[in-house]
């Protein structure tokens, strides 16, 4: 009898653009999901990225993984639970949208012990959220200027936002870098923008701000060259 390859739908988030541009934890995401595939003998047929901070419950990306999934009847997986979220209500809905989803560094854990390990993550970021307000408040007391207060965060040299500029420019490059060809190949083939976004998207591509691709997102990238 021949065995059905587990089917999964990989889920990433980073905390910032910069993260997700360079691959710095997005690469050890994947290498986890892949080793939980190659342990489970599934495949993962599609990929999301999240650029997103870990409070946040608005997840543009997550809720396209999770119709990915629900349609597929695959498996949700997750390098780390602190992946999804640091917050026991957001997975608990996860757990309720009749999504299967696993975590690659606790293979197959129930329920219960994933909402205790949420709990814990939650009150730690509180913990963390507690301590740099009153390291900031301690700091105000002191007389240190903070944020725009502080010159050396403000009037920028002409010099210093041409350099800031050059490495938007430079990081959005390298990023595009993989999806540039194919959009331009695709356009010169008379393919419309918006069934450009669409193959992108179902390619689990997401834009450098981690959002699905829109008509006027391949519109702007290839007006780059």
Same mark, same amino acid.
């Given at each position: 009898?021949?065995?059905?390859?587990?089917?999964?739908?990989?889920?990433?988030?980073?905390?910032?653009?910069?993260?997700?541009?360079?691959?710095?934890?997005?690469?050890?995401?994947?290498?986890?999901?892949?080793?939980?595939?190659?342990?489970?003998?599934?495949?993962?047929?599609?990929?999301?990225?999240?650029?997103?901070?870990?409070?946040?419950?608005?997840?543009?990306?997550?809720?396209?993984?999770?119709?990915?999934?629900?349609?597929?009847?695959?498996?949700?997986?997750?390098?780390?639970?602190?992946?999804?979220?640091?917050?026991?209500?957001?997975?608990?809905?996860?757990?309720?949208?009749?999504?299967?989803?696993?975590?690659?560094?606790?293979?197959?854990?129930?329920?219960?012990?994933?909402?205790?390990?949420?709990?814990?993550?939650?009150?730690?970021?509180?913990?963390?959220?507690?301590?740099?307000?009153?390291?900031?408040?301690?700091?105000?007391?002191?007389?240190? !200027? !903070?944020?725009?207060?502080?010159?050396?965060?403000?009037?920028?040299?002409?010099?210093?936002?041409?350099?800031?500029?050059?490495?938007?420019?430079?990081?959005?490059?390298?990023?595009?870098?993989?999806?540039?060809?194919?959009?331009?190949?695709?356009?010169?083939?008379?393919?419309?923008?918006?069934?450009?976004?669409?193959?992108?998207?179902?390619?689990?591509?997401?834009?450098?701000?981690?959002?699905?691709?829109?008509?006027?997102?391949?519109?702007?990238?290839?007006?780059?060259?």
């Amino acid at each position: 009898m021949k065995r059905t390859t587990r089917k999964l739908i990989a889920y990433y988030r980073v905390s910032t653009a910069k993260q997700g541009a360079s691959g710095l934890g997005l690469e050890a995401q994947r290498a986890a999901a892949a080793a939980y595939a190659q342990q489970v003998g599934g495949e993962i047929i599609a990929e999301y990225v999240e650029v997103e901070t870990g409070k946040r419950s608005d997840r543009p990306q997550l809720r396209v993984a999770l119709a990915h999934a629900k349609r597929a009847k695959a498996t949700l997986v997750v390098a780390k639970l602190d992946r999804l979220a640091r917050n026991v209500h957001f997975v608990s809905g996860l757990m309720e949208s009749g999504v299967p989803f696993d975590c690659a560094d606790r293979p197959g854990a129930d329920p219960f012990r994933l909402h205790i390990e949420a709990a814990v993550a939650e009150e730690e970021a509180r913990k963390i959220s507690a301590r740099t307000k009153d390291a900031l408040q301690a700091a105000k007391a002191r007389g240190t !200027l !903070l944020g725009a207060s502080n010159p050396a965060c403000r009037n920028l040299s002409d010099e210093a936002r041409a350099k800031g500029a050059a490495a938007t420019s430079a990081n959005a490059a390298s990023y595009y870098a993989g999806v540039l060809p194919t959009i331009l190949e695709r356009r010169a083939a008379g393919v419309a923008l918006a069934a450009i976004a669409n193959e992108l998207n179902a390619a689990g591509r997401v834009t450098q701000r981690g959002m699905p691709y829109t008509a006027t997102a391949v519109h702007r990238l290839a007006g780059r060259v």
